[in-house]
């Protein structure tokens, strides 16, 4: 019995994941190994998931890159804003040098990156106005993932910054500790934050991975097969996320824009990529003047 436990809303990217990894599982290891998927908050917060797994309690987990990177530091330059073009090129990266050096990096920590997916690139809601500028963040409380890019990138912006677990998200939204927070469109209709937000600008920021990581021990005592047989399920989870794409996105934005969500579509990046280029240098000494200048130059 292997255990595959992810946190997310139902249709999220972590479960679009892990049900295309247990299908996948069940097609080539037919009765060989057996899963135990496990969704929703029932092993608590990401934070609590990735440290269960260093722990031996879980096998596999689908987890956002932002908390892998609490583990794993390298895996933070995709937190970099706007370093990202579109999905092809994020895809392009974590499929190739970049992929390989973090796979190398996660080993080291005892644990072993299995695939690379798509959790879409991350946009702001709030309840107080469009945000259309940086200025219009000035003052307004905006939730982030506690993760030190996330915090130095909104705080340029001009936000007041709350890191916060994202289960803690929707009551704080509700009753107004916090004024916004920022996602993926697919997380912000999975999770329903229609019902406690007015506005979402679609911004797209940071562009976020969700990371299929296994358990190094659990792993290697495998037979070989039966790990051909986990890499390969992880591999099409991470293609079912790379396919949930801008159909499905604009399908969601329909049922967001249904639930009383105002969507501003029409957001010109340029000033918020200029609001950040002073983060620079702090990005180059994190993850290496290199390996941005790698990240820029994938085709």
Known sequence: ??????????????????????????EIAKNRIL??????????????????????????????????????????????????????HARAVAEGPVGAALAKRCADKGLVLLAIGKQGFRNVTNSKRPIRSPADLQGMKIRVIPNEVYQMTFKALGAEVVPMEFTLVYSALKDGRIDGQENPVMTIASAHLEEVQKYISLTGHFFAPVAFIANRDMFEALKPA???????????????????????????????????????????????????????????????????????ATP
């Open 226 to 296: 039966d790990q051909a047989a986990i890499i390969a399920a992880a591999k099409a989870g991470a293609e079912a996320t790379w396919q949930a794409g801008i159909q499905e996105e604009a399908k969601k934005l329909d049922e967001l824009r249904k639930g009383g969500m105002e969507i501003i579509d029409k957001v010109d990046r340029q000033p918020f990529i200029d609001a950040v280029k002073s983060l620079e240098p702090e990005f180059e000494k994190h993850f290496g003047k290199d390996v941005l200048a790698q990240i820029r």
């Open 1 to 26: 019995m292997v255990s595959l436990v992810y946190n997310g809303a139902p249709q999220s990217p972590q479960q679009i994941g892990s049900d295309g990894f247990q299908r996948k599982l069940a």
């Open 35 to 88: 899963l135990d998927e496990r969704g929703g908050t029932t092993m608590g917060s990401e934070t609590a998931i990735i440290a269960a797994m260093r722990r031996g309690e879980v096998d596999i987990a689908t987890l956002s890159a932002t908390v892998v990177s609490s583990i794993v530091p390298e895996f933070g330059v995709f937190d970099v804003p706007f370093l990202f073009r579109d999905a092809a």
